[in-house]
């Protein structure tokens, strides 16, 4: 959803919709309303109520977004551990460029 939302800014929800039809077209209208005023409930999205459609908006930032969800889900999940996050990440679903794109990312760290 975040991932509709972020390049369109401010949108209503029928627009978050068709963005996000490209990807599953058989997403539904009333799936996504719903999902986004959960959001907006959990303080993810903002909601502008002055127009008869609501607007929404991300609440941060896409990078601070991700900063925080990914620091939850690391003392939720991993109870702390970005050894033991990274290591479940390495073992399920991870491409061999992006494999690689990491072991440079880590060598290029050292120097």
């Not at 997403?27 to 986004?36: D, H, Q």
């Not at 601070?64 to 290591?87: H, I, P």
Request: proline share 3%; aromatic share 4%; glycine share 6%.
């Amino acid at each position: 959803m975040l991932q509709a939302l972020w390049p369109l800014g401010a949108a209503i929800v029928k627009q978050v919709h068709e963005a996000m039809q490209l990807e599953r077209p058989d997403l539904a209208y009333g799936t996504v309303l719903r999902l986004m005023q959960i959001m907006h409930g959990k303080g993810l999205l903002i909601r502008d109520e002055s127009q008869r459609s609501h607007t929404y908006a991300p609440a941060q930032a896409k990078d601070a977004m991700q900063t925080n969800l990914l620091q939850d889900l690391l003392q939720r999940a991993f109870s702390g551990s970005a050894k033991a996050l990274m290591l479940a990440a390495l073992r399920n679903g991870i491409s061999k460029k992006e494999r690689e794109e990491i072991e440079q990312l880590l060598k290029d760290d050292k120097q």
